[in-house]
């Protein structure tokens, strides 16, 4: 199992920007797709942004032009840019891998915690 170790997490104003980081053991992004969920408390973990091992990228239409992901090009390391923050990004961010055939999230982040005040 690969661990993915994240930071970059904290308290910003409305407005800010933050960027999140997962680091993983290995270069496991070179062969999974990489994935960020956020969760609010009593709310569904939901979908925020993927980059495939190509490079292709998808977004959430709540952070469309706003969120960038990106990844380092050894493949061991995901970005989330979270430009333009709001009061409802305000959730445990994750990063997870992916494994798209058979698809299944194969390791997760421990999650950091994002908080924007208004």
């Known amino acids: 199992q690969v661990q993915l170790m994240q930071s970059g997490g904290g308290l910003v104003q409305t407005g800010g920007s933050l960027r999140l980081s997962c680091a993983a053991s290995?270069?496991?992004?070179?062969?999974?797709?990489a994935q960020w969920y956020r969760q609010a408390p009593g709310l569904q973990r939901e979908l925020v942004a993927t980059?495939?091992?190509?490079?292709?990228?998808d977004y959430a239409s709540f952070v469309k032009g706003r969120f960038t992901i990106a990844k380092d090009s050894a493949g061991t390391t995901v970005y989330l840019q979270m430009n333009n923050l709001k009061p409802d990004d305000t959730a445990v961010y994750y990063c997870?891998?992916?494994?798209?055939?058979?698809?299944?999230?194969?390791?997760w982040g421990r999650g950091t915690q994002v908080t924007v005040s208004s």
């Open positions: 290995t270069n496991i992004f070179t062969t999974y797709t």
């Open positions: 980059i495939t091992t190509a490079g292709g990228t």
């Open positions: 997870a891998a992916l494994r798209e055939w058979p698809e299944e999230i194969v390791d």
